[in-house]
């Protein structure tokens, strides 16, 4: 490993201290560092690319931020083949593979090839409308149909394999690989699943109903989600991202990926510890 590509979340660190830090540090070890014009421009260090380019040239991606900024730029790598490894600056850190005090060991083990590849999967969505593909994207976490904050109940039909499951009425639904089962998905009283599985999961948000529970269902599964209202404020989500607002008789899509999200790890972690450490204590 010669070159990363070092994506940062300035919004964690705005002088670009930490980000200068990394670049140094890295440098240090004979490793060159991409880095976007802008933050080459504030920290006066790295070399600039953006765009392809980025990912094209860099071996390795290392994103620097919580886990917000690993989704954004996990599934920009995975379209280009590269693995990922985060550095946490944020909260919980569940994707991340360390913190800022063990970096410089991270980088070394990097450059020595000392790391293993977790594949995990993705989702693909896609949206129909007048019988016409509308839009299709990727996440990592999770796909969300949901109501804005003061709109009214909205009402979804879910089917899987064409064949009609349930009526919800709530705030939404959401469509979740393993990965994301630990996310917005956990919130909304979803199942936590390994993440080395494979399958989709689908969760009510707020359901008005006692009987509205999470399903889990085989990743060769299509779920598709018809939006019943009529609302005007129903917004698509990848990734806790909006992606676009949806209408009445709209149709979401979402079927496993094509690609993985390819996670370095420097170090073994057990999914159920890191369970136990990041959300049950």
């Not at 976490?141 to 009526?167: F, P």
């Amino acid at each position: 490993m010669k070159r990363i590509g070092l994506f940062t979340n300035l919004s964690k660190d705005a002088q670009g201290i930490k980000t200068s830090w990394i670049v140094e540090t890295a440098n240090n070890l004979d490793i060159e560092v991409l880095v976007a014009p802008h933050i080459c421009n504030l920290i006066n260090k790295g070399i600039p690319a953006e765009g392809d380019e980025f990912f094209l040239k860099s071996d390795i991606i290392i994103s620097l931020g919580g886990d917000g900024t690993l989704l954004q730029a996990a599934r920009q790598a995975a379209k280009f083949n590269k693995p990922i490894i985060g550095i946490n600056m944020g909260n919980l850190g569940f994707l991340t593979d360390t913190d800022l005090t063990c970096a410089e060991e991270a980088l070394l083990a990097l450059k020595e090839n000392h790391y293993y590849i977790e594949k995990r999967m993705m989702l693909c969505g896609t949206v129909v409308r007048d019988k016409k593909e509308h839009h299709t994207f990727l996440a990592f976490n999770d796909i969300g149909i949901m109501k804005e904050l003061v709109s009214r109940i909205i009402h979804l039909k879910a089917s899987i394999n064409g064949h009609e499951i349930n009526s919800y009425s709530g705030d939404g639904l959401l469509v979740s690989s393993p990965t994301g089962s630990t996310a917005y998905s956990l919130s909304a009283g979803g199942p936590i699943v390994n993440p080395s599985l494979e399958c989709l999961i689908l969760t009510p948000i707020c359901p008005h109903s006692l009987n509205a529970r999470s399903i889990i269902t085989n990743s060769n599964d299509i779920v598709e989600i018809e939006v019943i209202s009529q609302n005007r404020n129903i917004t698509l989500t990848a990734d806790g991202q909006a992606e676009t607002i949806l209408s009445a008789g709209d149709k979401l899509f979402v079927k496993k990926a094509d690609i993985y999200v390819q996670l370095l790890r420097t170090k073994d972690q057990n999914f159920f510890d890191l369970v136990h450490e990041k959300i049950t204590k």
